[in-house]
């Protein structure tokens, strides 16, 4: 099994550039989440979406947009990149089980390295 | 959004010794969770532990919580090369948030 994947690995951007991360799950997953990585801050969730067809924001939505494809696939567009959004970006997925979505453990992708210049 | 802290930041031990670190927060939790993540990839799962339990166990791993104290312990036994990581504990509160600490990186030496 592959578990969640995220394309590209890494990339550069200058300012103003745009941009889909992708991210695809094989474990028949409801629940699917993007989250960014900053030295020193922990994981900030973005956007995430508890089911297929349903998105909502997350800590630090500003700058981006997501859609939920289908139930295995989550995208995270950049639309106007900006220097502030370099990070490493994870997406992840879980079992959506009674009581919310976090009470089942998250399955992350190996991330994407983003530099925006 | 509370976040949970991870003490130590750091911690560097020999092959063969036991690591410890904690994490600790100020509000309510429903579980909270640990994760690893080595250098480069994305975090892996550890151990979930709810509010109504004290401690659990998965291998060389043992995970206790202490909700009148607010903080819970990730011990490592016998540690090896492999578990040289960051560990990063997540706390699942009220509303359905998980929220994720600063982590402790772990180096263990050979």
């Known amino acids: 099994n592959a578990g969640v994947t995220q394309t590209p690995k890494f990339q550069v951007l200058k300012t103003g550039q745009s941009m889909t991360l992708q991210c695809a799950q094989d474990m028949n997953h409801n629940s699917m989440y993007w989250y960014r990585q900053d030295p020193g801050m922990g994981l900030r969730l973005i956007y995430y979406?508890?089911?297929?067809?349903?998105?909502d924001k997350g800590e630090v939505p500003n700058g981006y947009n997501v859609s939920r494809l289908n139930k295995r696939e989550f995208s995270l567009r950049l639309e106007s990149a900006a220097p502030s959004q370099t990070s490493v970006y994870f997406c992840?997925?879980?079992?959506?089980?009674?009581?919310?979505?976090?009470?089942?453990?998250?399955?992350f992708g190996n991330g994407t390295r983003l530099t925006v210049t | 959004s509370q976040q949970g802290e991870e003490d130590p930041q750091a911690l560097s031990i020999q092959e063969g010794e036991n690591a410890t670190m904690n994490c600790s927060y100020k509000t309510s939790i429903n579980n909270l969770q640990w994760y690893r993540q080595n250098s480069g990839r994305g975090l892996v799962h550890l151990i979930l532990i709810r509010s109504n339990e004290r401690e659990k166990h998965s291998g060389r791993l043992r995970v206790t919580l202490d909700t009148s104290k607010k903080s819970s312990s990730l011990l490592i036994t016998a540690s090896r090369a492999a578990d040289t990581a960051s560990y990063f504990c997540a706390l699942k509160a009220a509303g359905n948030k998980l929220t994720f600490g600063g982590g402790t990186r772990v180096l263990v030496k050979p």
């Open positions: 979406s508890a089911s297929e067809g349903t998105t």
């Open positions: 992840a997925s879980n079992a959506y089980g009674t009581g919310g979505g976090y009470n089942s453990p998250l399955h």
